[in-house]
């Protein structure tokens, strides 16, 4: 819960896009571990138990998430290198051309 | 089934092709024959159940007629893109194929959003939708609009994807039989634990930012205007309806049951949708920024089924989809060739161009909401639902309302088109014959379509 938070405030303060996308990053991550903490915490309960899928789903789902995460650094990063190429900053506030 | 699968292959094999085929137009063609071989398998599915593939999904997948309607209607308005604006596709860089097959990678996101019955599925459908629509935002490289447009969009979306896993994992952590699959989630009525509120609240925004519901709405005037016409009118169509497939598809199978205690929200991002939509549209000097508030304002629109959440509501959804997306790929696409891109470019139009002018005029007529086209119909299915659930009437009279203020933006343009002088010749608009039929022919659908809406409908029934 912490790291998100990390995640949400710096995605909001922060004006350098690269750091920016760190901390998405991080947010996806502290969502990692939320799921297999809950997963861990659904394995003690008799009810969960009984579905047929109960404790592997969750850490499945971590490992989709890690891929697609991984899916979106490349086209992120591959973003921010040609903003930069274009304007030589990666800076956010760089941003402001497209009002009104 | 068939449409995931076949969507996912023809991008491959249109990929693959990239690197052998050395032709110009080649990708156009092969991007609509693509298209309709996508339609085809579809609507065989659709009709006769017969599915090409049997692949073990553990119900992760379910289709039904109505869904399959819906994907029909995506297909068939991604046809007409490419026949429209296929030229269009080619001239924003130099990897043509590339750029239709990515479409195709889209539209196999749209067919698992349209169909996911697991959280797990509709996280990377969403993925899968999004991310290569970050490339084709970004794909005219040196041009810094559309740079900007494109990391915009990058950072707030996957923001919004952060915040979706956040509230997946809420879900998961809060449901007692620790399933993904919405159709099971068992959270019972009355009142709810926290966990589950927290993480509902974060889906609900999370979708209302991918499909651009008020005050999740920043990004849309940006990256709409920023992008290429081409893009901007595939976003604005398939993109949106497809996010709010999903939107719907979500809320109703896994919080269905706890409808009357979210209701209120929703009739709230109703209102202020179409209050910062409608209002700002106004204001707006750029034709295709008018238009990306005016898909503010229609999203407002579409959040009706959400809201009512009854059979009425779905057979509006697809409706409405199906008149918006027509409406909307008409204007985007005379925009996509047209130089000047504010309200004077539209000057005069009527008297140099009257056939572009008649089905830009109807595309308009829809989107505004006039009798006879199926905008009409679209907004009477939504209210109309609105009204059967007896709770919220004002919310009806504040949309037709707001209908109204829509209506002066919209006859702006028309105005400028048959009652303003052209500046010169009109060169800006670089049109040619079988461009303005295509245009003719979208409009006639759109009356069609106004005229007998069960000629769409009807498909949900068989």
Redesign the interface.
């Given at each position: 819960m912490i790291l998100?938070t990390i995640?949400?405030v710096g995605?909001l303060i922060r004006r350098n896009?690269i750091i920016?996308?760190m901390c998405?990053e991080l947010?996806?991550n502290?969502?990692n571990l939320?799921?297999v903490a809950?997963?861990k915490?659904?394995a003690l309960?008799p009810?969960?138990k009984?579905?047929p899928?109960?404790?592997s789903?969750?850490q499945?789902?971590v490992f989709?998430?890690m891929v697609?995460a991984a899916?979106?650094v490349t086209?992120?990063l591959?973003?921010?290198v040609?903003?930069y190429r274009?304007?030589h900053s990666v800076d956010?506030n760089?941003?402001n051309?497209?009002k009104? | 089934m068939n449409a995931i699968v076949f969507t996912a292959l023809w991008g491959v094999i249109m990929m693959i092709a990239g690197a052998f085929v050395r032709s110009t137009t080649a990708p156009r063609y092969m991007g609509m024959l693509g298209i309709i071989l996508v339609f085809v398998v579809n609507a065989m599915e659709l009709t006769s159940g017969f599915s090409l593939f049997t692949l073990p999904t553990m119900d992760m997948v379910r289709s039904s007629t109505f869904n399959l309607t819906f994907l029909a209607v995506v297909f068939g308005i991604t046809f007409l893109i490419f026949l429209l604006n296929g030229r269009d596709i080619e001239k924003i860089g130099k990897h043509k194929f590339e750029y239709f097959a990515i479409l195709f990678f889209i539209l196999c996101g749209v067919s698992l959003v349209s169909t996911f019955n697991n959280l797990l599925l509709l996280f990377l459908g969403i993925e899968i939708m999004t991310i290569p629509l970050y490339i084709l935002t970004g794909s005219d490289k040196r041009n810094l609009v559309a740079n900007e447009a494109a990391l915009k969009y990058f950072l707030l979306g996957s923001f919004s994807t952060g915040l979706m896993l956040m509230g997946i994992a809420f879900l998961y952590g809060s449901n007692p039989v620790a399933s993904f699959y919405i159709n099971n989630m068992q959270f019972g009525v009355g009142a709810l634990p926290v966990l589950t509120v927290i993480g509902m609240l974060l889906l609900l925004s999370s979708m209302s930012f991918k499909v651009s519901v008020a005050p999740f709405h920043f990004w849309t005037p940006d990256v709409y205007d920023g992008a290429p016409t081409v893009v901007t009118s595939f976003m604005s169509s398939v993109i949106k309806i497809a996010g709010f497939f999903a939107f719907l598809r979500l809320f109703e199978n896994a919080f269905g049951v706890m409808h009357a205690q979210w209701q209120m929200l929703i009739a709230l991002l109703i209102v202020a949708t179409l209050l910062v939509g409608n209002i700002t549209a106004i204001f707006q000097q750029s034709v295709k920024r008018m238009m990306a508030y005016s898909s503010i304002a229609q999203a407002g629109f579409m959040l009706f089924a959400l809201f009512a959440m009854n059979d009425m509501a779905r057979e509006g959804l697809v409706l409405y989809s199906a008149a918006y997306s027509l409406a909307s790929i008409g204007v985007f696409g005379v925009l996509a060739r047209m130089d000047d891109i504010t309200y004077g470019g539209f000057n005069g139009m009527g008297k140099t161009h009257p056939l572009l002018a008649l089905g830009t005029t109807v595309c308009l007529l829809s989107l505004t909401g006039i009798p006879l086209t199926a905008g009409f119909l679209a907004k009477f299915y939504m209210l109309a639902s609105a009204v059967q659930t007896g709770v919220y009437f004002w919310l009806v009279v504040v949309a037709v309302l707001f209908a109204a203020v829509s209506a002066y933006y919209y006859f702006r343009v028309i105005r400028a088109i048959y009652f303003k002088s052209p500046e010169g010749n009109n060169e800006g608009i670089k049109v040619s014959r079988s461009f303005e039929w295509i245009l003719l022919l979208i409009a006639c659908l759109i009356i069609a379509l106004g005229i007998n809406p069960e000629w769409l409908l009807g498909w949900m029934f068989i």
């Open positions: 998100f995640g949400v995605v896009a920016v996308f998405i947010m996806l502290s969502v939320l799921l809950f997963s915490m659904h309960s009810v969960a009984a579905s899928t109960f404790a789903d969750a499945v789902f989709f998430i697609v899916a979106e086209v992120g591959a973003l921010i040609m903003l274009n304007t956010v760089f941003l051309r497209l009104y | -």
